[in-house]
């Protein structure tokens, strides 16, 4: 594995209780990957859930990235392409001398900030999952089919289902 900061992360976190573990559309466990569908855990977990599911609307995705694009602004950090959906987020971005993970946190805790102030639906209670994807992307070539896949792909994937 190369030690060497990469050229951009892409960041992927899900609105809370979309992706439980055990669930039949996939899931993975932290630091095992891909997990086969587990439906009685996934009950399990459903039903454990403290708050009901709450889908982004398209104002609330709109206000998602813009909170992403004023921190990575304030940042400096290149974000590549931001993509807010009903119940996930996609972000491909460059920030030297951060750890993804602490990227990712940032994005979430700003998303979070924007959302209490558009939608008092989301007070006091989780809007997002805990953590979330970081991948690292190498080269060039990888981050333009990166970007592709975030800006582009996403809605091809909801018009062939």
């Not at 959906?85 to 994005?107: F, P």
Request: proline share 3%; with cysteine; aromatic share 10%.
């Amino acid at each position: 594995m190369n030690n060497e900061t990469p050229l951009a992360y892409f960041i992927t976190w899900t609105i809370y209780g979309v992706h439980l573990q055990g669930a039949v559309t996939g899931w993975r466990k932290r630091c095992e990957g891909e997990k086969p569908p587990q439906p009685l855990l996934e009950f399990w977990h459903a039903e454990r859930l403290n708050h009901s599911i709450e889908l982004l609307n398209a104002s609330e995705r709109e206000a998602v990235e813009t909170a992403c694009r004023k921190h990575s602004e304030h940042r400096n950090w290149k974000l590549w392409a931001i993509n807010a959906r009903t119940n996930h987020v996609h972000a491909v971005i460059s920030a030297s001398g951060y750890k993804g993970t602490t990227v990712r946190d940032q994005l979430k805790a700003n998303c979070t900030r924007q959302l209490r102030e558009v939608n008092t639906l989301f007070v006091d209670r989780p809007i997002w999952s805990v953590g979330g994807d970081v991948q690292f992307v190498w080269t060039e070539g990888d981050l333009s089919l990166t970007i592709d896949y975030t800006l582009i792909a996403q809605d091809r994937k909801a018009r062939d289902s």
